[in-house]
């Protein structure tokens, strides 16, 4: 059984981040994520609906949110291609019981769609293989387009 | 096709022909006593050889002095912000007494912390290996934890007593009540021979992940935010992490800077990393808390350091802020960070908002990877105020010299705040072809007056140099200095009047002076103008 991801995007979003981001940027929050799996081993696709295709010199930001790993444990966001987007790994003492965000961005020039695909997996410390997160362990990824 | 391991640093040192014709005006940050340079670049050897006489002595000194090399490492584990949005500036003022003490017990006055660019080396760089810099290969660390807490638990202890009632406030707030459960986290933090440090001289190299989080077009991305910092719940991308009440407050959310390219170093140079990335046992220093203890950590820190100087002249050229919005600045500033020890053991009591800028460390950046993510639009900068009515025919070596005549605007714009107006010159001249380790230094000057042309000269504006190895120029470049600085310094002294001329004096510095001994570049021209 594959966890499914909750995707936290939007609603509010649109509406409330805007204004905030308007002295310094536009900035889109992402709308309604689009749960289809592919099957790639032991990896999920992810497809999230953008609102609309990057322009040229816009970059969409990924704001990935875990939970609570043991010590070396770490969560790899890439694209289906193999490019890496980023990894969510705390550095040091980390407070039990915590919630992290990780901001990260796609590669410039690598979406020309509205459609964004991503895959996440967890490299643990007590496992011999990489593996799909569990829900408590990638709490959500949200994704911005600035 | 490109391949993917060809990133764009990659290309921009092979296309250096098509850059440097095409070179945006670059602000460069105006006079600095000190210039931290590259670990890995000819010109730092003076200043390694002092990192590693500064490091033997710490190693040397007594437990009790606040300058011995562990203690210097206990300031981190009891006092460093992660995930929050304290995170540059609290290691800012860190390197900085660091960096003041090393100059001290080096006894080498003109000494720069070198930093380490990961962007442009992804691997640990050689001197880290095998000599006092190396905490696993050095007789001069402590080798097992019980020697660790035979040494250390007795200063310490003394120390925890010794805090003021502020101190202990820190500490309680970072989940310390006690002096044993900050002694128990320091035990497990600390790391035995030879498991200090994960990379070896014979494997160096960061591994595939954490090289893309060095990569060029990760670090272009930390770059690009334009706001200093938000709460968590605003998700508009910013430059810092996320704002939290204390910086005691336990991590929260990672920046682009901070959470790739730090942390990645951190937990990879520290491992050990299994074949899928895990950090499994034995960490090494650099993964945990009392990561200072491995000399790297500095060369780490002074990278991303390098990188927010990067990012605020971006900010500055673009004509946004540097700091904190109004709403947040009181926060922010008055952040209270009590746990630095001076280069003359005394404790410092200082805030957060007093790193903002490097101030009175008085340092610059040899210039690394990233500086191209300062690109001038030309529209932000208003039409020149005045433009050089007279050069030299001297060659950039002997001194070149462009003259304008002070305007009144350019007056007005001096002696209006500086976060008003901020002056910039644009300096216009045809590079020699070989530039390699040439700098080149700007000293502004009543006409008549020869400037004293040293970097600690009143008259020193600033320096530009190009970035690469190799470049091969065809025409005129142009680069962008701001000269704030200098002409406060002028005006304070009477020294800028309306209508009389002052000088633009430019000159070659450095190994790349060309086979004659003479640059054959020629200054074209100055302007003037303001942002």
Not at chain 2, 53 to 67: N, R, S, Y
Not at chain 2, 86 to 110: I, M, N, P, Q, V
């Amino acid at each position: 059984m594959i966890a499914r991801w909750r995707f936290l995007t939007v609603g509010l979003g649109l509406a409330a981040l805007v204004p905030l981001a308007l002295p310094y940027s536009s900035l889109d929050a992402v709308a309604q994520a689009v749960d289809s799996m592919t099957a790639g081993k032991e990896a999920k696709v992810q497809n999230v609906q953008l609102p609309r295709a990057p322009r040229p010199n816009e970059t969409v930001w990924l704001t990935v949110t875990i939970g609570p790993l043991p010590f070396g444990a770490e969560i790899r966001i890439s694209l289906p291609d193999g490019t890496a987007i980023g990894t969510a790994a705390p550095f040091g003492r980390v407070l039990q019981g915590r919630n992290l965000t990780f901001q990260m961005a796609v590669p410039d020039g690598r979406l020309q769609s509205d459609s964004l695909a991503v895959i996440a997996e967890i490299a643990h410390p007590a496992e011999t293989a990489l593996r799909t997160p569990t829900d408590d362990e990638l709490i959500s990824i949200e994704a911005y387009i600035q | 096709m490109i391949p993917n391991h060809i990133n764009r640093r990659t290309l921009l040192k092979t296309t250096a022909a098509a850059g440097a014709a095409a070179m945006a005006p670059i602000p460069a940050r105006g006079a600095a006593n000190y210039r931290r340079k590259n670990v890995n670049s000819p010109g730092a050897k003076r200043d390694v050889e002092s990192y590693m006489k500064a490091v033997e002595v710490m190693l040397g000194l007594d437990p009790d002095h606040p300058h011995n090399w562990y203690r210097n490492a206990f300031t981190h584990l009891m006092d460093c912000p992660h995930g929050n949005w304290w995170f540059l500036a609290w290691h800012r003022g860190y390197l900085g007494y660091f960096e003041e003490t090393c100059r001290k017990l080096s006894g080498d006055a003109s000494f720069a912390l070198p930093y380490w660019d990961w962007t442009a080396d992804p691997e640990v760089p050689p001197v880290l290996f095998d000599t006092v810099l190396d905490p696993d290969n050095s007789s001069l660390y402590i080798k097992d934890t019980a020697d660790f807490e035979k040494k250390l638990n007795a200063p310490m202890t003394a120390y925890w007593e010794g805090l003021t009632t502020p101190q202990r406030t820190e500490q309680y707030k970072r989940c310390f009540p006690a002096f044993e459960t900050m002694w128990q986290d320091a035990i497990s933090s600390f790391a035995e021979q030879p498991h200090g440090r994960f990379l070896t001289k014979a494997n160096p190299k960061l591994d595939e992940n954490t090289a893309e989080a060095v990569s060029i077009d990760t670090v272009l991305s930390a770059l690009k935010p334009t706001i200093f910092a938000v709460e968590i719940d605003d998700k508009t991308p910013a430059f810092n992490s996320i704002i939290t009440e204390t910086h005691q407050t336990a991590q929260t959310g990672f920046s682009l800077l901070e959470g790739q390219p730090h942390n990645k170093v951190h937990n990879n140079t520290g491992g050990s990393v299994d074949d899928k990335g895990a950090i499994v046992p034995p960490y090494g220093f650099m993964t945990q808390f009392l990561s200072p203890i491995d000399p790297m950590f500095f060369l780490h820190h002074g990278n991303i350091d390098r990188l927010w100087d990067v990012w605020t002249r971006k900010q500055i050229a673009i004509g946004e802020p540097t700091g904190p919005a109004d709403e947040d600045a009181k926060a922010f500033n008055s952040e209270p960070f009590l746990f630095y020890f001076d280069a003359d053991e005394n404790q410092v009591t200082s805030t957060a908002g007093e790193f903002l800028e490097i101030g009175a460390f008085d340092y610059d950046y040899e210039p690394g990877s990233g500086e191209e993510a300062i690109q001038v639009p030309v529209a932000a900068l208003q039409a020149p105020l005045a433009s050089s009515a007279v050069v030299s025919a001297s060659s950039l070596s002997d001194g070149a010299v462009a003259t304008i005549n002070v305007p009144d605007a350019l007056l007005k714009s001096v002696r209006a705040p500086s976060e008003e107006r901020r002056q910039f010159a644009r300096i216009t001249f045809t590079p020699p072809m070989d530039v390699a380790g040439t700098s080149f230094r700007v000293f502004i000057s009543p006409k008549d007056v020869a400037p004293d042309l040293s970097r600690d000269s009143v008259e020193y504006a600033g320096s530009f140099e190009f970035f690469g190895l190799r470049h091969k120029h065809v025409g005129p470049v142009t680069f962008t200095l701001g000269i704030d600085k200098t002409l406060d310094r002028m005006e304070a002294a009477g020294l800028l009047q309306p209508g009389q001329p002052i000088s633009f004096t430019v000159i070659a510095d450095g190994s790349g002076v060309s086979t004659d001994g003479k640059m054959k570049g020629t200054l074209e021209a100055v302007d003037v103008t303001v942002l």
